[in-house]
């Protein structure tokens, strides 16, 4: 089966850290770039980070950047994003694409896969 599953949500701590993993499964992910998107309940949804195939410039939200780090390993098929200092704002479903013909964009595609999500809660 071709997807792509997000895993490593959770509830952490205002200042904490938590890495989401993006896991391709039925195909290579090295040709396609990644979005990771989130929604909070109430509101819309927003681009958060984004990496191509190749790796180079990532992009980052005003709102994430200097916390966020996006990166890839290929060998494991899999695309992390690493949050750092976290704040309640941050607080949302957080959902990943795989994206072979457009870069970053919100929008679904076809021949994209997108996945069912992992919920971040950061609360004391």
């Known amino acids: 089966q071709l997807q792509v599953v997000e895993s490593g949500g959770g509830l952490v701590q205002p200042g904490g850290s938590l890495r989401l993993s993006c896991a391709a499964s039925?195909?290579?992910?090295?040709?396609?770039?990644v979005i990771w998107l989130r929604q909070a309940p109430g509101k819309g949804r927003e681009v958060v980070s984004c990496?191509?195939?190749?790796?180079?410039?990532?992009y980052y939200s005003d709102s994430v950047k200097g916390r966020f780090t996006i990166s890839r390993d290929n060998a494991k098929n899999t695309v992390y994003l690493q949050m750092s200092a976290l704040k309640p704002e941050d607080t949302a479903t957080y959902y990943c694409?795989?994206?072979?013909?457009?870069?970053?964009?919100?929008?679904?595609?076809?021949?994209?896969?997108w996945g069912q999500g992992t919920q971040v809660t950061v609360s004391s």
């Open positions: 990496i191509s195939s190749s790796g180079d410039s990532p």
């Open positions: 039925g195909f290579t992910l090295d040709y396609y770039g």
């Open positions: 694409a795989a994206q072979r013909y457009y870069y970053c964009s919100e929008r679904p595609r076809p021949g994209d896969y």
